[in-house]
Nanobody
Framework: GQVAESGGGAVQAGGSLKLSCTASGFGYSRYIVAWFRQAPGKGREWLSLILLSGAPYYADTAKGRFTISISTDNGKSTVNLQMNRLRPDDTAIYYC??????????????????????WGQGTQVTVSS
């Protein structure tokens, strides 16, 4: 399998951005797609994930401002992360990641970097004040 992000860029505080992630190559396996971010000098932080059924999960950091959604077509999934009311401390590299649900054996709300095995290259989001 593989995932690839698009979107990102620079925006002023209070603005919005939409990130997109394309997941493919997983065949008939069920998988989870997540969004993480990494700010300068900090570890990779889980933001949100979504199941193929469309059920979303959010970290407290993302609740209320970020919305995750999924669409599937011919074995490929597109997972969008709509980010609203952006703040300067949202500045980070944002990563899309995926993992097979069969390898996941903990609460989805406890997601960490090590739970995901397929990663995109990351996309920069910069929020200016």
């Amino acid at each position: 399998g593989q995932v690839a992000e698009s979107g990102g860029g620079a925006v002023q505080a209070g603005g919005s951005l939409k990130l997109s992630c394309t997941a493919s190559g997983f065949g008939y396996s069920r998988y989870i797609v997540a969004w993480f971010r990494q700010a300068p000098g900090k570890g990779r932080e889980w933001l949100s994930l979504i199941l193929l059924s469309g059920a979303p999960y959010y970290a407290d950091t993302a609740k209320g401002r970020f919305t995750i959604s999924i669409s599937t077509d011919n074995g490929k999934s597109t997972v969008n992360l709509q980010m609203n009311r952006l703040r300067p401390d949202d500045t980070a590299i944002y990563y899309c990641a995926a993992t097979l649900i069969s390898t996941y054996d903990k609460s989805l709300y406890d997601s960490t970097e090590s739970d995901f095995h397929y990663w995109g290259q990351g996309t920069q989001v910069t929020v200016s004040s």
